[in-house]
């Protein structure tokens, strides 16, 4: 049973406009989310996250939302680019101050930036 | 900082044969994580070191997956024997013990078992 659901495997976005991408979440114990990047034939790199004390994150660009009544969290990219294109990761944690090593991730969803 | 280094960038065996990949974290980090990545189960958490120390290893599917962390800065897991199931691209990953460090991962091994 999934954990961290990213129901979207993927998501095409014009080049200027806003990237969404949803993750939910079933754990209420989770209290700590962040998101990665991956490329092609590369690894994941961290790109934001958040504590479930606040309700907004931003850096740049990228803005991370979370609803925990919803148990919901979903990453904004304003405005998007080329570059951006890649697979975003939606992970979770139960245990914030803690060990990554319980870090639950979805499956992923591939955003696709078109000039 | 050359990151987290694995090795090698591409496997492919036979089935029944054994594989071994290899993982050098990052300098100064003393946690590793080897995770696997497939379409099936997205990416999953198979064992993690803390100082060398392996601290949780429930993610490791079945006694045909091992891994070792002799030293700080080298690291194992072997498949002996492999099966086509076990094909996959395999992370490493290392962190400070610090509270909600990120996770910096290698490029992976894409692992294939025919």
């Known amino acids: 049973d999934q954990q961290v659901k990213q129901n979207s495997p993927s998501l095409s976005v014009q080049e200027g406009r806003i990237s969404i991408l949803n993750c939910d979440y079933t754990n209420s114990m989770f209290d700590y989310f962040l998101w990665y990047k991956k490329y092609p034939a590369e690894g994941p790199t961290f790109l934001i996250s958040i504590s479930s004390i606040k309700d907004k994150n931003e850096d740049g660009r990228f803005t991370v939302f979370l609803n925990k009544s919803a148990k919901h969290l979903s990453l904004h990219i304003v405005p998007s680019q080329p570059g951006d294109s890649a697979v975003y990761f939606c992970?979770?944690?139960?245990?914030?101050?803690?060990?990554?090593?319980?870090?639950?991730f979805g499956k992923g969803t591939k955003l696709s930036v078109k000039p | 900082d050359a990151g987290v280094i694995q090795s090698p960038r591409h496997e492919v065996t036979e089935m029944g044969q054994e594989v071994t990949l290899r993982c050098k974290p990052i300098s100064g980090h003393n946690s590793l994580f080897w995770y696997r990545q497939t379409m099936m189960r997205g990416l999953e958490l198979l064992i993690y070191f803390n100082n060398n120390v392996p601290i949780d290893d429930s993610g490791m599917p079945e006694d045909r997956f091992s891994a070792k962390m002799p030293n700080a800065s080298f690291s194992t897991l072997k498949i002996q024997p492999s099966e086509p199931r076990d094909s996959a691209v395999y992370f490493c990953?290392?962190?400070?013990?610090?509270?909600?460090?990120?996770?910096?991962f290698g490029s992976g091994t894409q692992l294939s078992v025919l």
């Open positions: 990953a290392s962190s400070h013990r610090v509270a909600n460090e990120k996770l910096f």
């Open positions: 992970a979770a944690s139960p245990n914030y101050g803690g060990s990554q090593g319980n870090l639950i």
